[in-house]
């Protein structure tokens, strides 16, 4: 496995890397096993110059070879005063990858060189580079249309770069345009030529969308050595897609393609090396993409309920992906279950029946709940009772005045009760807070933050990282159904969370606070989601604590947990509004203690020992 990331990845539009996410990415391909990282052309720009200086001291690498990209010496020059090779040598990589002119057409034309001179300038940079104590790779630029043209020459490329020390001829399919029954026979004749003397290796663009399944039909005549990029990313319409045709070749094929246990690896990897790039990985990716084993269906859902494999072709988790079940107005009762199950949330027949209802009315309205997973976990927490009320918004107003300059204001006033125990505990208070910001939404959201930031301090941990706007009803022009997007984030875990509605203001006030929302359950129920123990702090929202039988289910899967409502059986203490925990104390039929509704009951002992401390004292 060759990646070129670095190189070709990086020619595609709308995509750039400094020299330190270059480094990072190259850590990250090296932590997947790659056999070659290509790390760019030195000499090319001061980016690629610094890269190959830092990497000599700077990149710990234990798997991977980096290598650094060229050309063969220029027509007619020599190659102990060619720039381009003495760059190479400089940059002290252990191994080289040059590109050779292999087809009549681009040697004559493109050149405006002798085809005698064309494999000459393959056979002296070769054994220049050899010479050097390089290992020499050579990709052999516009190989299948040159074969189609002049399969004489092509070969002769090929002869001139083996019997000067290549150790790999890796055949370019540089347009893009071949299609995998013509690459399997060419590769096949190609392997019969060589017999041998190097490895034969496959590089494809995606211009008919077959890059992979040409690498395969590639290695399937014979190729041992594939180049690709994680993601596909390429210029044009992209490379062979790394992330795709790796795990088909070693989970299909039976080919090892990584070291032991990396393969699992790949679709952390993956989204890392996209969130370096800022370019998102896409969803429907095969093996890595967010909805590689997503099911919606209700039909699928429940055949899954039942047989894992019934529609996944692979198990999830040997790519390091994983099931995911996506809630809509699709779903039927095995799938609220399953999502219930997977989150944690303990839910009887009737509020599955109410979140289906919910479900089927709020995307009527324009909701999509498949991208907010934030807001389908608080619509079925809500509806299983159990997310406190942090804060109470009373009402809010924003004014916008364009001012004498010519310049826009705007300012939000928010209403907001809030207190130690919860909005209507004990101890609850009206704040009313003003504030400007860059535009509606921003100053509502620093208003509020305010206002309940007193009683509430963790809201000051969650950000905005996102926020998107869509239009519905296109024929209603101004007036239209709008829906918004609202990402954030904690610096550990990113949620995103919906609105809806006519009025953009209230669809993104709708997002925002559902996003305020479930930050703050982040912080409150550590092990649900990710966040250390000794960050949950009592007296923020309406919490109630009660001793209750061990066969009570929570939705936390912390056994640890003395706070949380939970799934695991055999915890004692939960928490959560006081109604629903009565109502669930009541059913077991084993209370010890219950907390009176609203009103705020804890323990010390069991405080202490979900802080990790000792029980007495």
């Known amino acids: 496995m060759f990646d070129t990331t670095l190189r070709d990845g990086l020619q595609v539009e709308g995509v750039t890397a400094t020299v330190d996410d270059k480094l990072k990415i190259a850590q990250q391909l090296d932590l997947l096993g790659v056999h070659f990282i290509e790390g760019g052309w030195p000499g090319a720009n001061p980016k690629d110059i610094e890269f190959f200086a830092r990497a000599r001291t700077e990149l710990d690498l234990s798997a991977s070879t980096l290598v650094a990209f060229g050309s063969t010496r220029r027509p007619r020059g020599k190659v102990d005063d060619d720039a381009t090779l003495r760059n190479l040598i400089e940059a002290e990589t252990p191994a080289v990858c040059i590109v050779a002119k292999s087809s009549e057409f681009q040697v004559t034309q493109a050149l405006q060189t002798t085809l005698d001179e064309g494999a000459a300038m393959i056979a002296d940079s070769v054994r220049f580079l050899h010479g050097e104590g390089r290992q020499v790779l050579v990709d052999l630029e516009h190989f299948f249309d040159g074969y189609l043209e002049n399969p004489e020459f092509s070969l002769r490329s090929i002869e001139a770069a083996v019997v000067n020390g290549a150790t790999h001829l890796v055949l370019c399919d540089t347009n893009g345009g071949t299609l995998p029954h013509e690459i399997g026979r060419i590769v096949g004749d190609v392997v019969a030529h060589v017999q041998g003397d190097a490895t034969v290796g496959i590089h494809c663009h995606d211009d008919t969308g077959c890059a992979v399944a040409n690498s395969i039909a590639a290695v399937q005549a014979g190729a041992r050595h594939v180049q690709g990029t994680l993601n596909g990313l390429g210029e044009r319409t992209g490379n062979t897609n790394l992330s795709t045709v790796i795990p088909n070749l070693q989970l299909k094929l039976g080919l090892r393609c990584l070291p032991d246990d990396r393969i699992e690896r790949l679709t952390p990897v993956s989204h890392h090396v996209a969130e370096i790039l800022n370019r998102a990985v896409n969803p429907q990716a095969p093996y890595v993409g967010s909805s590689a084993f997503a099911h919606k269906a209700g039909l699928h859902v ?200 006519a009025n953009i203001i209230e669809a993104s006030w709708r997002a925002l606070e559902d996003s305020l929302v479930y930050g703050l359950l982040h912080h409150r129920c550590p092990r649900t989601f990710g966040v250390r123990a000794d960050s949950f702090q009592l007296g923020s929202g309406r919490w109630s604590v009660a001793r209750r039988a061990p066969e009570l289910k929570r939705s936390c899967s912390d056994p640890g947990c003395s706070l949380c409502v939970g799934s695991r059986a055999g915890v004692d203490w939960g928490c959560g509004s006081s109604e629903v925990q009565s109502r669930r104390a009541d059913r077991a039929g084993s209370v010890l203690r219950i907390a009176r509704p609203r009103a705020r009951v804890v323990d010390a002992r069991s405080t202490r020992r979900h802080r990790g401390l000792p029980a007495d004292g």
């Open 302 to 501: 429940s055949a899954i309920a039942r047989a894992k494999d019934a529609y996944e072709h692979v198990t999830p988790e040997a790519v390091g992906n994983g099931t995911r079940f996506v809630v809509s107005e699709m779903a039927g009762r095995a799938t609220i279950q399953m999502k219930a199950d997977e989150l944690g949330i303990e839910l009887d027949g009737a509020a599955i029946g109410s979140i289906i209802d919910d479900l089927k009315r709020l995307e009527h309205e324009g909701y999509h709940f498949e991208a907010a997973d934030a807001s389908l976990e608080l619509l079925m927490r809500r509806a299983a009772g159990i997310v406190p009320d942090f804060f109470r918004v009373e009402s809010m107003r924003v004014i916008t005045d364009e001012l004498p300059s010519g310049e826009f204001s705007t300012e939000a006033t928010v209403k907001v009760w809030v207190g130690p125990n919860g909005p209507d505990g004990e101890g609850a208070e009206r704040h009313v807070w003003v504030a400007e910001g860059n535009g509606p939404v921003n100053a509502i959201d620093t208003a509020l933050r305010k206002a309940v930031a007193r009683a509430v301090p963790d809201i000051d941990a969650i950000h905005l990282i996102d926020y998107k706007v869509r239009i519905l009803d296109g024929g209603s022009a101004t007036g239209a159904v709008t829906r918004v997007l609202v990402s954030a984030s904690d610096g550990e875990t990113d949620w995103t969370t919906i609105g809806v509605s």
